[in-house]
């Protein structure tokens, strides 16, 4: 499974490089920090079922981490 993850994060980092045809990236390591807690959260919480105890456990963060990114993110009130 963790293989499967890579590939696709792989696939999707050579396709933003040939995307760029050449133009140099800049903050990489951020802007894919952005696009990726968004859609992880979403889905972890949705499988945990909204028990952030428990998506907390599965993402091996604190539940207060998990808080303040669900908050950031507007994932939460």
Same mark, same amino acid.
């Given at each position: 499974m963790k293989k499967h993850v890579e590939e696709c994060i792989r696939d999707s980092l050579e396709a933003y490089f040939r995307d760029l045809r050449g133009t140099e990236p800049s903050a990489m390591y951020e802007m894919i920090q952005r696009v990726v807690d968004r859609p992880l959260l979403e889905v972890v919480m949705k499988h945990a079922e909204g028990n952030q105890s428990?998506?907390?456990?599965?993402?091996?963060?604190?539940?207060?981490? *998990?808080?303040? +990114? #669900? *908050?950031?993110? +507007? #994932?939460?009130?």
């Open positions: 428990r998506a907390a456990e599965w993402l091996g963060i604190n539940r207060n981490t *998990l808080r303040r +990114k #669900l *908050l950031e993110h +507007k #994932l939460m009130k």
